[in-house]
């Protein structure tokens, strides 16, 4: 069996580059035509009842706006009433027949149930759940205490979809309804300061994409990955911290539209704006140099920190200028705790409207090295019992059962790269310094396991055709319930 890995594990990946090479073109030709064909019959939203989830402010706010002008009746739910009240009142007027306001706190399930059953009361039936609803954490990992308050990110961009997903599956179902799901690209290109929302994107990604192979035709999936739109999110002091300034912003009103047209013409993924795709593509190829680049870009805010820190230490008065008062008010206290002892506390001044970055968390994530693992199907109690026992009910001898489920010691490196291009990418990286011989940075290198060939096959299948990937997916679950 070794054997039959080693083999793999050097034939497969060139054999996987060529095939797909050969079938790129043919196949994206078919999604052009795929896609004009759908672009021709798109879904007709009049008359038809949708759900937003975080409909009072930002995106879900244009959403409501966007689909009211197509003619569709609409359910809306947030927290904050008052501002509900006012997108509802301002849908009517924009062509809504019907528009109802649920205040809904969509980390609490019990909130979700209410939701999702009184709106399909009031309608009789559900057509569009737009899971929308989200909240940003901007902080380095190590700075959030107590962790435990983290969970809030999570119990709201991951659980509040999974719960609006599961009280609305059963109505969407019998209308053969949508479910849009907004993720967003740090979902993939994970961002500094951003763990919690990153991973919270990432998991709800990878969760729609498990239901869309599991829902088939029943109820369809659009995966919305937003760059950055403008928004409370990204405008807010959260997001002066996480310094989102220097990115080119959507206008809210053109994503929504982009993603109702989406939703309507049926896209299994939107990413909007579109360019913003590249970064996936980069992320893939050579992820060494997003984390260089992100590591660089955070390391370049966290001096401007320690500059005035150092400062600070040799009395000088501070005047700190920033965005974000919150921010300030840290580094100030921060100030006056270094100088206290041995110094006359400096003035500190505060300004709101500057470019300046100032800032109080100062980890560094360079001094921590961190292994990436991603196992392919790895033999254990989970596997064997769990999926393959007790949810397909699957019962394979054990030569066919050694096939899928080979013999694992550890997996200590990923390959996510080609591996023609790791020699390039290791050696930029002692050209830029970033390779410490003491294994203290992030590691991206061949697997060492024996099932190397399964990661590079299906990773680039995921990125060039995600769609094929599904459709293996969903002929797999068909046959293993079939057997
Ligand atoms: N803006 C961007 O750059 C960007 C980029 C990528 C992805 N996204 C995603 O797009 C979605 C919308 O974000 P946005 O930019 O429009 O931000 P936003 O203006 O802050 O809107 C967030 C919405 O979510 C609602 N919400 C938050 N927590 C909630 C909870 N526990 N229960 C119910 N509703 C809740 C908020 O309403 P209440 O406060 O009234 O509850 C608000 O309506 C989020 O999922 C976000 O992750 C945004």
């Not at 966290?302 to 580094?331: M, W």
Request: glycine share 4%; charged share 20%; with cysteine.
């Amino acid at each position: 069996m070794d054997l039959i890995h080693k083999v793999l594990n050097i034939v497969l990946p060139p054999i996987t580059l060529i095939l797909l090479l050969l079938f790129l073109p043919s196949f994206l030709f078919f999604k052009l035509i795929s896609r004009i064909k759908r672009s021709i019959n798109s879904e007709v939203v009049a008359g038809k009842v949708v759900l937003i989830t975080g409909a009072s402010s930002g995106i879900g706010e244009y959403l409501a706006y966007e689909y009211a002008r197509r003619g569709a009746c609409l359910a809306l739910a947030a927290r904050r009433q008052e501002r509900l009240r006012a997108v509802a009142d301002k849908a009517r007027v924009l062509g809504s027949p019907d528009v109802i306001f649920i205040p809904t706190d969509i980390s609490k399930v019990e909130d979700c149930e209410r939701f999702i059953n009184e709106a399909v009361d009031h309608f009789g039936k559900l057509d569009h759940l737009v899971n929308n609803a989200g909240i940003v954490q901007v902080d380095m990992f190590e700075d959030c205490k107590p962790i435990s308050d983290s969970a809030t990110l999570t119990n709201t961009n991951f659980w509040g979809s999974v719960y609006a997903s599961h009280f609305a599956i059963p109505h969407l179902r019998k209308s053969k309804g949508r479910i849009v799901g907004i993720s967003s690209i740090a979902g993939w290109c994970s961002v500094p300061r951003m763990s919690f929302y990153s991973a919270s994107k990432a998991a709800i990604t990878s969760f729609y994409e498990t239901l869309r192979a599991e829902f088939g035709s029943d109820i369809r999936i659009t995966i919305v990955t937003p760059g950055v739109v403008e928004s409370e999110m990204s405008q807010g002091d959260s997001a002066s911290k996480g310094q989102m300034d220097f990115v080119l912003a959507e206008s809210t009103e053109r994503c929504a539209k982009a993603i109702v047209d989406s939703a309507c013409r049926g896209d299994r993924y939107l990413v909007e704006p579109s360019w913003a795709r590249i970064t996936f593509l980069i992320k893939v190829l050579c992820p060494e140099v997003v984390e260089w680049w992100l590591h660089s870009m955070i390391e370049k805010i966290l001096c401007f920190e320690h500059l005035a820190y150092e400062y600070d230490r040799r009395g000088a008065c501070l005047a700190l200028v920033g965005r974000s008062k919150e921010s300030l008010t840290q580094v100030a206290a921060m100030a006056e705790l270094i100088v206290a002892p041995f110094l006359p506390i400096p003035r500190l001044s505060f300004y709101d409207a500057s470019e300046a970055a100032v800032y109080s968390i100062r980890i560094r994530i360079s001094e921590i090295g961190i292994t990436i693992v991603i196992p392919g199907l790895i033999k254990s109690e989970m596997t064997r019992e769990k999926i393959l026992n007790q949810q397909v009910k699957l019962e394979l001898k054990e030569e066919m059962r050694r096939v899928n489920f080979h013999s694992h010691d550890t997996i200590t490196y990923l390959e996510v790269v080609f591996n023609f291009m790791l020699p390039l990418i290791t050696g930029l990286n002692c050209l830029l310094g970033n390779d410490k011989s003491d294994g203290s940075r992030v590691h991206h290198r061949v697997c060492q396991s024996n099932c190397r060939w399964c990661m590079p096959s299906i990773i680039y299948f995921k990125y060039f055709c995600p769609d094929t990937v599904e459709w293996s997916n969903c002929l797999l679950l068909i046959l293993t319930i079939s057997i």
